[in-house]
């Protein structure tokens, strides 16, 4: 990991120096070693600052909104999921692929508190599908079977069960709209919960609104969820958010053959459709 | 209080259950419509909510339903390939496996939401499955996950 | 105030009962760090030594997150019940200077909230000190101290594994710790030692004076862009944030009733400032991120005399962007201030 961010830093200061990005978005250390600051590099002198490592937990692809521009091109440091969350944005027409410069790298994983992130153990994506650059070589990573055993032993509780841990875990939720702020994917101006005419869903923590936030914004994920998992790493409260997202994002792969942001030139998984889709679950 | 939740519903032919029913106006509403010039009986259970295509509902209205008190909703729409707007129940057939999938996870049990084609002749079939739907839901008793007001602020 | 060393033994009897007679609620093992519980027994209290304070703050009993003012259908309108007798036990002092900046603000001015007011009356805050401060903490750097005793009815310091040195700040604290001996004087140097030694883990200072006179001149500064950058604007800082009052009013249908609820807010959200024009004042990121820094070290001394943030470090431990107020600080310091 140490080789590749010298030589991302390199990197990032040549493109500076040569003029083919106006800045490069990447993370900055954080002041109190444990979450780095997603920051826009101008000048190459400043390339020097760059990191990345287990405390760059955010998905940096959020930001790319931010500072994209209709001219010129934007540099943009990114790992296996974000790269993938950047097919996403462009798959939805957010920007053209010509506004930005990805300067692709492999991931080892993130940690919260110390702790390998739960998404990270899961995640099939270490290495940037789309890049306009590679940096060093390629993660390497086992794919892990327990996040995935988890969710079994989830489901094998009787129905009753399941509904009452989410509501116990849904209960601690304070509706501080983290997960989704910091969701490359969420970009709505304004999102549901905002929504006032009509009001769809209540402002207040009653346990069945807070259920339909977190239903409603997995569903609002489906064949968008990335799963890196900054939304769970984000929430203050703990909220297993990505047991949701998981589920979601299960049934448009087994359903519609789909993953979220692999392949740029596919449309969204949801926006579309197949004359021959299962519908077993219909009567 | 105003109101009494005291749903002591241990005798379950006292439950009669509340469904919610979205019906696509050219196909599904007919249908229904057709049924009931045709004198076909079946359980009072259904409120109707008329939509033009089953692409129009949203996962919200399902979910609002059940928040409001509905022991179980029905969406029906148009069969794949007759669509009115050719492609709605298409695409709302990949919202409505999902959104099934998803509730089914979270632990709503299988027949409290649920999902049809009935098309303009289909009276008879219409009947039928509301009948059904209405027996599965009787059985599986009064709705309370989602509901908001039983408890209060749960906090 | 009255001063007395009990024993762990004599404070478990004492919070035991009042969990019998009232409700006795405690920092209990969350999944992330400590959160309130309604407990019975002492022995389901966590130690604390894991984070530093509860998840959520104290305020929460006095000003809850989602709260049921009253319903009404028609003209009849039915109050909701204020919560009987209730001790919160383990306030870290922080939490408590903020439940008397949070009794100053809601309620020792006209019109006092009557929520909040009758909410204060029936509970008893005991607190316990910090004898070992994490690197996020910095009470002492904004006028405040790990045995501070504000807010609280009471203060617990534990000397060691039997014996606890107790500062009995109100009436109310009398009322569960009285007839028990004085402090010696060697118990007094006992107390006065960890304070001292958990001071010393406190480094960062503010003088808020200087801080308040440097905002003064700061709105317009280019510094906020850039500060501003890497938040999200989520309200992870603002909800948890033991001195932080915004609520929203929503009147939600409830079955054939309306229940009018007070919910927090963040001046973090959008909508937060966002007029029925349609215009938005704060439709910048950055503006409502230099709203925080603003309320906290200049608005609420205008408005209430004091500067609000207590130094928890609640906003640092959460915040999902790596944003540490201490840094702002010292950036606005640097590149408004001159210093």
Redesign the interface.
Known sequence: MEDRVELLRTRAAALLREQVVTGILGFLP???G???????VTRAEDAEGLVLDA?C??NIA??LL?VVRAEGKVGVVARGCEARSIVVLLQERQFERARVYILGIGCEGVKKNGVLSASCVNCAYPNPVIYDELVGEAAVKESPAEIIAEDERF?AL???????V?EE?V??C?????C???CPSCYCPVC?V?ATMPQ?V????????N??FH??R??HM?GRCVECG?CE???????DLMR?NR??A???RE??GAIAGVAPEESP???V???A???E??? | MYYNFDFTMSAVEGFQPKIVAFLCNWCSYAGADLAGISRMQYPPSIRVIRVPCSGRVDPFFILQALQAGADGVLVSGCHPGDCHYLTGNYVARRRFAVLNDLLEFCGVEPGRVNFAWVSAAEGERFAQLVREVTERVRELGPNRKLRKGVEGNGR | MRRAIITREELRRILEERARTGSLYAPVAGRAGYEWKRVSAVAEIADCSGEPHTRVPAKRFLFPASEEIFRFRGAEAVESETPGRTVVFGVRPCDGRALAFLMRFFVERAPADPYVARRRENTLFVGIACNEPADSCFCLGVGGGPHSTAGLDALLVPLDERRIYVTVCTERGAELFSGFPEPAPADEEERRALERRAEEKISFRVDTQKLKEILDRAFEHPVWERLAFPCVNCGACTLLCPTCHCFEVTDEKVRGATSRHRVWDSCQFLLYSQHASGHNPRAHPAARFRNRVMDKFKYTVEQVGEVSCVGCGRCIRVCPAGIDIRSTIEVIRAEVGGA
């Open positions: 954080g002041t109190r444990g979450v780095a600051q997603v920051g826009l405390s937990t955010q959020k930001y931010k489901y009787a129905p009753d069960e399941r509904w009452r989410l875990d209960s601690r304070i509706r501080c709209y983290a989704r702020e910091v549901f905002d769809l209540g402002r207040t923590h009653h346990l069945s609104d259920m339909v239903i409603m997995a569903l489906a900054a790493r984000a929430c203050p409260m703990g909220i949701f589920r979601v299960k049934s448009v359903r519609f998984p949801l926006a459709f197949d004359p889709d299962m519908q679950f219909i009567r």
